[in-house]
């Protein structure tokens, strides 16, 4: 198989439900790969952190995506994604940015930490009663889900009634996310951001006439204020914002827990020293990361992996091979919390270093010890199902049984410290 093939190999339905074997198979090429004249895919740990961090790489602009998907700005998904901070380069992301950060601060993220583990907590005892007779119950939409959106929403101000309508609208805007996207995928994932628009536009209004205290008063207000942030602009983020603060978080919870459950000794420790979640989380996400890929364009030529890349090359970058590069991280395919130095690609790196990267790290720190603790019973319960994406990798369901699992309600526990195992 050469690297064409795996390439085609990787975007089938096979290859992103497992994407991992086919990684090998293109690492066996180096580094990079040069799948064309301007087209190159990066496997490498330090290959991807330098391309990620370095200001001759930008993601793909107005005119890039003229010449490479004609018609894109009839598309409200296209439209939706490329007006936010997620895919513009700076300066307009620097300024897109700067306008967001501050509800993302470490301080206020810590502050948040008795709120996320009340919502796990409430969420548990959900999954408790339904499955207090044997049931099955699905971790995704039981508590995946729901805690993260509930969080993002709580921060954007959005009301509980209305947050079990993001799930669905989200599911089919990501599709836009993917390498490769077929018209009938794209009228899916445009129907998605027609109804996220449609939503803002009418919380914006509300917002306008009733502030609060919320990241969409605020955006609203940095909108109205001048030119700090355009029309489009403040939909394309508010929406960005709402999915990229879930549905990253929701991906991490339902591969972890799977991870987790496949390796009882590794689980048992953490229900017991919760003080260790943070080196098991970043584990987590380096072992079966929840965004497996991103994408840059070359704005000068430049060299990395031995492959010379002429301005105007178009990069995958597989931050899901990158975790698992045997130069960064020996044995990678073993599930290894006690790694030293763990930094794990899967909130990218550079200046587009996900926003919201500490947040997501707090819930699965919280959420992952509170649940081995609250239900020991905890065990799957049949297959869990596959989305099949390859950017955003999480399961459509996850069924679980939590028997003979108590429903005393406390927390989590400080704990004591541990040795490790």
């Known amino acids: 198989m050469d690297a064409a093939d795996a390439l085609t ?5 096979a290859g992103r439900l497992d994407p991992y074997p086919t990684y090998e198979r293109l690492r066996a090429y180096g580094p990079v790969v040069q799948a064309g004249p301007v087209f190159s895919v990066v496997t490498g740990y330090p290959e991807a952190d330098a391309i990620l961090r370095d200001a001759r790489f930008g993601v793909m602009d107005d005119d890039l995506r003229d010449q490479f998907l004609p018609g894109w700005r009839e598309s409200p998904a296209v439209l939706s994604i490329s007006r936010s901070m997620l895919r513009t380069n700076p300066p307009d992301h620097s300024r897109m940015r700067r306008l967001a950060a501050g509800a993302f601060t470490p301080r206020r993220i810590a502050a948040m930490r008795d709120v996320v583990v009340a919502q796990a907590d409430e969420l548990i005892d959900g999954m408790l009663a339904r ?19 509930g969080v993002i929403c709580a921060l954007l101000g959005v009301p509980a009634a209305d947050r079990p309508l993001f ?5 089919d805007l990501t599709g836009v996310l993917e390498p ?10 445009d129907r998605g951001a027609t109804e996220l628009r449609g939503y803002f536009t009418e919380l914006v209004a509300a917002r306008r006439r009733a502030p609060a205290d919320d990241l969409t008063t605020a955006l609203v207000q940095a909108h109205d204020g001048g ?9 394309a983020n508010l929406i960005v914002l709402l999915v990229a603060g879930f549905e990253t978080t929701t991906n991490l919870l339902g591969n972890g827990l799977v991870v987790l459950l496949a390796h009882p000794r590794e689980a048992a420790h953490l229900a017991g020293h919760p003080e260790f979640a943070a080196g098991y989380v970043d584990e987590l996400l380096r072992y079966d990361s929840p965004v497996q890929l991103t994408s840059r364009m070359s704005t000068e030529p430049a060299r990395y992996g031995g492959v010379d890349m002429p301005a105007g090359t178009w990069l995958i970058v597989m931050l899901g091979a990158a975790n698992r590069d045997p130069r960064r991280y020996p044995e990678p395919q073993r599930f290894d919390p006690w790694r030293p130095q763990i930094h794990p690609l899967s909130f990218g ?26 239900l020991p019973g905890l065990a799957l319960a049949g297959a869990p199902e596959r989305r099949v994406r390859l950017t955003l990798r999480g399961y459509a369901t996850l069924p679980v049984t939590v028997a003979g699992s108590p429903v005393t309600r ?4 400080a704990g004591a410290a541990g040795a490790t195992p």
């Open 9 to 13: 190999l990787l975007m089938s339905p």
């Open 180 to 189: 490769e996207i077929t018209p009938e995928e794209l009228a899916v994932a």
């Open 227 to 235: 030119e700090r942030l355009s029309g489009d602009e403040l939909l």
């Open 131 to 149: 499955g207090r007779d044997g049931a099955a119950v699905d971790f995704m939409a039981e508590f995946a889900y729901p805690l993260p959106v």
């Open 410 to 413: 406390r927390g989590t526990p």
């Open 349 to 374: 790196a550079g200046p587009h270093y996900c926003l919201g990267a500490g947040l997501a790290r707090l819930e699965a720190q919280v959420a992952f010890p509170l649940l081995l603790r609250r």
């Open 167 to 171: 799930r669905r609208w989200a599911t």
